[in-house]
């Protein structure tokens, strides 16, 4: 079997992840009120929306990870940028897992639980505090790591000639400044923060996506 066709799955599975991921961030559905009983009876109302998008996003970083393994695997484990950034995406993948379980199945199953219990009620409003801090925790730590996973494995591609080289060039360019401002607290990933970074990402996953299909990657 040609590197061609080795390349076309991985390579289709990247580019659909990326356009679909950022069709999700788009459509992200949000709480809101100004009391604890408004904010509850407005996620609860999102809730199969919230589920949906939420466990969507669960198997698209599924399948991006699925891609930039394939393409590490072809590209070669024995090189040290390879496999370091490989690992650095890896984790961030897996540190980004418990957000949209919070964000798209917990809180909107405890504000269903708060409708019907006052004494849950009472708790509603600083445990969804709590819990959404806890969300941009991850957030903010998966989105560092998988920067940084992207910006080493686009080093790596410096070293080659052509499309591959300014795939490199790119991936660098886009994924750094945006880990280096979430670091230094320039970035809020509130909605739009966290599309920003999305697309950042998207148009290295494209990129490689493509090369991937041509065999070239």
Same mark, same amino acid.
């Given at each position: 079997?040609?590197?061609?066709?080795?390349?076309?799955?991985?390579?289709?599975?990247?580019?659909?992840?990326?356009?679909?991921?950022?069709?999700?961030?788009?459509?992200?559905?949000?709480?809101?009120?100004?009391?604890?009983?408004?904010?509850?009876?407005?996620?609860?109302?999102?809730?199969?929306?919230?589920?949906?998008?939420?466990?969507?996003? &669960?198997?698209?970083?599924?399948?991006?990870?699925?891609?930039?393994?394939?393409?590490?695997?072809?590209?070669?484990?024995?090189?040290?940028?390879?496999?370091?950034?490989?690992?650095?995406? &890896?984790?961030?993948? $897996?540190?980004?897992?418990?957000?949209?379980?919070?964000?798209? $199945?917990?809180?909107?199953?405890?504000?269903?639980?708060?409708?019907?219990?006052?004494?849950?009620?009472?708790?509603?409003?600083?445990?969804?505090?709590?819990?959404?801090?806890?969300?941009?925790?991850?957030?903010?730590?998966?989105?560092?790591?998988?920067?940084?996973?992207?910006?080493?494995?686009?080093?790596?591609?410096?070293?080659?000639?052509?499309?591959?080289?300014?795939?490199?060039?790119?991936?660098?360019?886009?994924?750094?400044?945006?880990?280096?401002?979430?670091?230094?607290?320039?970035?809020?990933?509130?909605?739009?923060?966290?599309?920003?970074?999305?697309?950042?990402?998207?148009?290295? $996953?494209?990129?490689?996506?493509?090369?991937? &299909?041509?065999?070239?990657?």
């Amino acid at each position: 079997m040609s590197g061609e066709e080795n390349g076309r799955l991985p390579g289709l599975v990247l580019i659909g992840a990326a356009a679909a991921t950022i069709v999700g961030m788009l459509h992200h559905p949000t709480g809101h009120g100004s009391t604890g009983e408004e904010l509850a009876d407005s996620l609860v109302q999102a809730g199969p929306m919230l589920r949906l998008v939420h466990g969507a996003m &669960i198997a698209l970083l599924l399948a991006m990870t699925y891609g930039v393994t394939a393409y590490a695997n072809r590209r070669g484990l024995d090189r040290p940028l390879v496999l370091l950034g490989l690992i650095t995406f &890896i984790a961030g993948i $897996f540190v980004m897992l418990p957000a949209p379980l919070l964000d798209g $199945f917990v809180i909107a199953d405890f504000a269903a639980q708060a409708r019907s219990s006052a004494d849950v009620m009472a708790t509603f409003p600083a445990v969804s505090l709590f819990a959404m801090d806890i969300l941009l925790a991850f957030a903010k730590a998966s989105s560092v790591l998988i920067s940084f996973g992207i910006a080493l494995l686009s080093v790596g591609m410096m070293h080659d000639r052509g499309a591959m080289r300014w795939l490199g060039i790119v991936g660098a360019i886009t994924a750094l400044p945006g880990a280096i401002a979430i670091m230094a607290g320039h970035l809020q990933l509130d909605r739009h923060g966290m599309t920003l970074m999305v697309v950042c990402w998207a148009v290295w $996953f494209v990129g490689l996506g493509v090369q991937l &299909i041509r065999g070239k990657a």
